[in-house]
């Protein structure tokens, strides 16, 4: 089984294996292991990998991918390797660098695909997520179209195949496409996507504009420390899956991924045992029915495993002409809007939807007045929000402010 016989074509004419090799594991995982693993399911056949700097992975996957190309398993060409550009370079001067730094740690002369790995830009720093004395996130302030032409510029030196994004919301990704100039479209967006989160909404956006949705956390992700909510249900354990996978005499693990692949999606699935990496290339061994893809519709709850809640900002509105931004983010129970055209600050109390909504028309009257549309997305239906990165899980209910 080879998993490049399973493609799908991007928009930049590329190609890109419907099943990828999760290679993110919890800190705590040694290093070894995901070399190990790498090698495991390259002789397994997987031919599509998903790393990030922030994975601290790079080296160990590079070093699989040559060995197996020193063997003669595989050549360069045959392997999909991603990588992602972490937060604290989003800045255009450091985005080259930081994609240089990846080839260097995986000794690859590109990657097939470059994405933003989220849309908040935190200050050039070496630490993850750069805090001040205080202990308060340092957030950046750049325009995500700058981030996204410096990709543009990637892909133009040929250190990057494909570009694309990651954890965008469609907003977000509408700031991308209309952006004046634009000279390529992302290929794109990984976002959390599986039976209880089943991203209707930016599925149906992301294929309207011919880009690819890439899912994570398809198995129910992993319990990655503070990144997860500790209190979700374990989506494998779910009845009505465990009904289905009997049915097909398969796992639910299967079920889970077949689901996502019917729907046109391409699925990442992070295993580093050997058995369940082959037990998820079955993937491609069977269907599901019209009916069972219905039933497995209606498992869709909106829950969010990979909720980044420590990350704290939530939306970053910004118009690139009058280079007027609106921060908006939350601590504990009060949200802050932030002016960054004057500097001034507001907190506002959360602790009530009626109040939330008062409060912010309150600051628009007072000096928040070049924000000339606030849009409440009616008051607040989860599933107008749930593409919103990380918005149901930090605050289920949240009007969206535009520009
Ligand atoms: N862009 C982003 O912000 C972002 C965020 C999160 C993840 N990702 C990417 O997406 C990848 C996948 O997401 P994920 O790692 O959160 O989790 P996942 O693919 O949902 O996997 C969750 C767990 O399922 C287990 N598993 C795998 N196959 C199984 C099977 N057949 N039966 C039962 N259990 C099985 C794995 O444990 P074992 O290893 O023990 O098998 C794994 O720990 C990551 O590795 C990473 O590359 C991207």
Redesign the pocket.
Known sequence: MDSRRYVMELNDGNIIPVL??????PIEVPKRECLE?TKLAIDAGYRHF???SV?HNEEEIGQAIRSKIAEGIVERKDIFY?S?LWCTSHRPELVQQSLEESLRKVQLDYVDLY?I??PMALKPSKELIPKDENGKVMYDTVDLCATWEAMEKCKDAGLAKSIGV??FNHKQLETILNKPGLKYKPVCN???C?LYLNQRKLLDFCKSKDIVL?????????K?GE??DQNTPV??DDPVLGALAKKHKR????IA?RYLLQRGVVV??????E???K??LQVFEFHLTPEDMRVLDGLNRNIR??S?SFMEIFIMASTRSSCTHLVIWQTSHTLMIRDLSSGSSMMLNTSQEARVKFTVEEACAVNFCHFHKIVNVDFFKDSDLHDFFPLTALFPKLFFLEV
Request: net charge negative; aromatic share 14%.
């Open positions: 990828g090799f999760g290679t993110a594991a693993a998903d790393s990030a994975y991603t992602k994405i790995h989220f990651s954890n990984q976002v959390e599986h890439v899912a994570y956390g398809v198995l129910g992700s992993q990655y990144w997860v989506l494998l796992s639910p693990a299967l991924l990442l699935a992070k295993s580093f045992n058995e369940r990496m037990e998820n495993y990979v980044a």
